[in-house]
């Protein structure tokens, strides 16, 4: 899987257009925070509806589709329920990162741009997040490229580790 980078900002967003934009939602989030609320804002509260009249909200599993076009340059915007925040741990991000891939392989959707879960709350680390990633899609060849959206700082972190990972690998 190759990764890619954008950074947390509608208009980075509205030019990474791939198919299916991927971002995590924590329950008792409110309004939503990270991509999830760029996207809220863009679809003028429509997730944040949702979550009011409790048709979505947040719990860990719990998945939702959303349309995205014509407001956004993405046909689906797939939310993942975190659970709550401060419950966030490795094992909460690895299942959420195993139903990331299970989705979006049976969505035949070989690229996506995904913020990963927890990263918008700094649950989980940039390096440590991308550990698992790789370790987790490594693999499987349903998944082309992801683009992360993620601050530069954490861009550069990830890079770094991803490097690490595959010279690792090679030297296995």
Known sequence: ???RFTLPHLRKLDLAGTEVLVCGFAEGERPPK???GLVD???VGRISRLVASGF???ALGETLLVPGRPKLPF???LLFGVGQSRDFSE???RAVVEKVLGTLEGLKARTAVV???GRHFDGIS????????LEMAGGRSEHDAWTLVEPLDAQRVIAQQTILERRRVRQL
């Open 41 to 43: 804002w863009r679809l």
């Open 91 to 93: 094992l909460v991000f």
């Open 126 to 133: 940039p390096e440590r997040a991308a550990d698992i990633l």
């Open 1 to 3: 899987m190759e990764l």
């Open 56 to 58: 979505v909200t947040g």
């Open 75 to 77: 046909d689906k915007v």
């Open 34 to 36: 990270g991509v999830a």
């Open 115 to 117: 913020e990963l879960p």
